[in-house]
């Protein structure tokens, strides 16, 4: 087997515009960058690029990243029991400590420590995934129906969630919470890793390449409008997700509100949650235009291949000095956000009192900011043509904020993610910010992924 030759690698020439150069030579060997991009592949069409925003519009993440957490932490609390008042005893009663666990093995464990666990374990199976078969994406058609299968897989999860309907079925709780988080985290990474060859293959896009190509722009001026373009695409589908995930809480309203008292209105949410993105996604896979990879090398395994192009690009990373900086920083980067964003949950959710109807009020008081941010940050950049970079710096100030507020509350009781007002706070703060912070990050991920690598690289940026 070959080895990755940095020499046909394109490198960013400089960190401030992070270019990729699509002239890519071919070659048949597994490792080697497999063909040239973006010769003969079909143009996007305005019916394939709108129902890719779509899809992101529906995969918002309401349902398997929001409600499942809130119903699974619910059903788990109900099913345990004070320590301090002994077993028997409620965790939601009147006088309660405030503490609770449940059975774990042998012993027991505090419904939070589960609830962690159980986000660890995702964390750990999504990133064998991603590793495994991330890579394997790149070749022939393979991407595509893995994008169709791991989405299938968390629209099953979701609707089976009504069959959460009593505490003692915390475990399956637990379980479908995991399955359809898993999926959901998988749709994302494959579903961005579709963006780089999509954003290459925009009119502009191949007008801006034809232009180079004739000498009538020179290569700075293309580097830098095409990172506008890509920057266009990405944040358009950002916000996109953002008006889904207003238009998802709106519609959870008119069952929220009417049917306050219905022991089953929680699963029915998630059901109506889970309907919409059914609605909006299916149309990615109906439009969705041929641009398959080249074929698996003989003698190559789709559950081998992905390692083996890890491997030799780890071997070649001074070819991509840029490239594995950025994914180690954004790895940490990552980390910090993820479990940030978990803790601040289970907090939340314990303030009020596992409430559907509250975190709806709270999401949208999220989705509305981050829907102005994301359009607000694409002006600013696009009018001033800032750098991808110095705007993606702009938001990993605020994201590093945001844990340190939480620390504060280890040592007082006054403020630190104890007050409802915090939770208002913390959700109109992660709108304006973090969500710019998704584009912008994506939009760095492509300008530094190798045209033929894009699962790959993609999937380990997942």
């Known amino acids: 087997m070959s080895r990755l030759p940095a020499p046909e690698i394109p490198v960013p020439e400089h960190d401030t515009e992070l270019a990729v150069d699509t002239k890519v030579p071919a070659s048949t060997s597994t490792g080697e960058v497999v063909e040239e991009i973006g010769i003969d592949e079909p143009v996007v069409t305005r019916k394939e690029l709108w129902s890719y925003y779509l899809y992101y519009n529906g995969d918002n993440g309401v349902g398997p990243n929001g409600y499942s957490m809130t119903l699974f932490q619910s059903w788990a609390t109900a099913a345990g029991y004070d320590p301090v008042a002994g077993a028997g005893s409620s965790c939601t009663a009147p006088g309660a400590s405030g503490k609770c666990v449940v059975p774990w093995g042998r012993g027991v464990r505090s419904v939070s420590s589960v609830v962690l666990i159980a986000n660890g374990l995702c964390f750990a199976v999504m990133t064998l995934i991603f590793t495994t078969i991330g890579s394997a994406a790149d070749y022939g058609t393979f991407g595509r129906w893995l994008l169709l299968v791991v989405t299938v897989i968390?629209?099953?999860?979701?609707?089976?969630?009504?069959?959460?309907?009593?505490?003692?079925?915390?475990?399956?709780?637990?379980?479908?919470?995991?399955?359809?988080?898993?999926?959901?985290?998988?749709?994302?990474?494959?579903?961005?890793?579709?963006?780089?060859?999509?954003?290459?293959?925009?009119?502009?896009?191949?007008?801006?390449?034809?232009?180079?190509?004739?000498?009538?722009?020179?290569?700075?001026?293309?580097?830098?409008?095409?990172?506008?373009?890509?920057?266009?695409?990405?944040?358009?589908?950002?916000?996109?997700?953002?008006?889904?995930?207003?238009?998802?809480?709106?519609?959870?309203?008119?069952?929220l509100l009417p049917l306050a008292n219905d022991p089953k209105v929680n699963n029915y949410v998630i059901v109506l949650t889970n309907g919409y993105w059914v609605l909006t996604g299916i149309w990615w896979f109906i439009f969705q235009q041929p641009r398959p990879g080249p074929p698996l090398p003989a003698g190559e395994h789709y559950l081998?291949?992905?390692?083996?192009?890890?491997?030799?690009?780890?071997?070649?990373?001074?070819?991509?000095?840029?490239?594995?900086?950025?994914?180690?920083?954004?790895?940490?980067?990552?980390?910090?956000?993820?479990?940030?964003?978990?803790?601040?949950?289970?907090?939340?959710?314990?303030?009020?009192?596992?409430?559907?109807?509250?975190?709806?009020?709270?999401?949208?008081?999220?989705?509305?900011?981050?829907?102005?941010?994301?359009?607000?940050?694409?002006?600013?950049?696009?009018?001033?043509?800032?750098?991808?970079?110095?705007?993606?710096?702009?938001?990993?100030?605020?994201?590093?904020?945001?844990?340190?507020?939480?620390?504060?509350?280890?040592?007082?009781?006054?403020?630190?993610?104890?007050?409802?007002?915090?939770?208002?706070?913390?959700?109109?703060?992660?709108?304006?910010?973090?969500?710019?912070?998704?584009?912008?990050?994506?939009?760095?991920?492509?300008?530094?992924?190798?045209?033929?690598?894009?699962?790959?690289?993609?999937?380990?940026?997942?």
């Open 154 to 255: 968390c629209w099953a999860a979701q609707f089976a969630s009504m069959a959460l309907t009593s505490a003692a079925r915390w475990h399956t709780a637990m379980a479908l919470y995991m399955l359809g988080f898993i999926a959901y985290g998988a749709t994302l990474v494959f579903y961005a890793a579709l963006f780089p060859r999509l954003a290459r293959n925009t009119p502009r896009a191949r007008l801006l390449r034809d232009k180079y190509d004739r000498g009538e722009v020179s290569r700075e001026e293309w580097e830098r409008e095409e990172s506008l373009e890509k920057n266009r695409v990405s944040n358009i589908s950002t916000t996109h997700s953002n008006i889904g995930y207003i238009a998802t809480l709106c519609l959870n309203l008119s069952l």
């Open 304 to 462: 081998t291949v992905g390692w083996k192009q890890i491997g030799m690009a780890a071997r070649e990373w001074r070819g991509l000095p840029y490239t594995f900086v950025y994914l180690f920083a954004f790895f940490l980067l990552a980390d910090g956000l993820n479990t940030t964003g978990t803790l601040v949950s289970l907090c939340q959710n314990t303030k009020f009192s596992f409430s559907f109807l509250q975190n709806t009020y709270l999401g949208l008081a999220q989705a509305g900011t981050s829907t102005a941010s994301t359009l607000a940050f694409w002006y600013v950049q696009r009018y001033w043509r800032v750098s991808t970079k110095r705007m993606f710096v702009v938001t990993n100030v605020v994201t590093i904020l945001i844990p340190l507020w939480g620390m504060i509350g280890m040592w007082t009781d006054k403020i630190g993610f104890h007050n409802a007002w915090e939770f208002w706070f913390y959700n109109v703060v992660f709108g304006l910010f973090q969500a710019p912070y998704y584009a912008f990050s994506q939009t760095m991920m492509a300008e530094l992924t190798p045209p033929g690598f894009d699962n790959m690289f993609f999937g380990l940026f997942g």
